[in-house]
Nanobody, 121 residues
Framework: QVQLVESGGGLVQAGGSLRLSCAAS????????MGWFRQSPGKEREFVAD???????NYADSVKGRFTISRDHAKNMLYLQMNSLRPEDTAVYYC???????????????WGQGTQVTVSS
């Protein structure tokens, strides 16, 4: 049984920063890709960033240069450092894990409950 628990969301002014965390429990190891997605009201869930088993990283164009994804294998943690936040970054942010091992480009099977990020103008 895989569980993902996000934390670190909140209310921040435009230009500010937040750091999201995702605690993974169950059979999740460094060979599984992990990622962050977000969903705004009335919109579909969208990709934010992911990191594969080789620690290769991809970002959505909208967050490149502002967000940084990282993971701590020893602690089974995933992070998203968000800087220079904009009102359009307001969304529920979800952590996700690929159950397939050694995938160069992860697809995601397990999801957390999400954490709300609100950026005021």
């Amino acid at each position: 049984q895989v569980q993902l628990v996000e934390s670190g969301g909140g209310l921040v002014q435009a230009g500010g920063s937040l750091r999201l965390s995702c605690a993974a429990s169950g059979s999740i190891f460094s060979v599984h890709g992990m990622g962050w997605f977000r969903q705004s009201p009335g919109k579909e869930r969208e990709f934010v960033a992911d990191i594969n088993w080789k620690s290769q990283i991809n970002y959505a164009d909208s967050v490149k240069g502002r967000f940084t994804i990282s993971r701590d294998h020893a602690k089974n943690m995933l992070y998203l450092q968000m800087n220079s936040l904009r009102p359009e970054d307001t969304a529920v942010y979800y952590c996700a894990v690929d159950r397939t091992q050694y995938a160069d480009r992860p697809t995601f099977d397990y999801w957390g409950q999400g954490t709300q990020v609100t950026v005021s103008s």
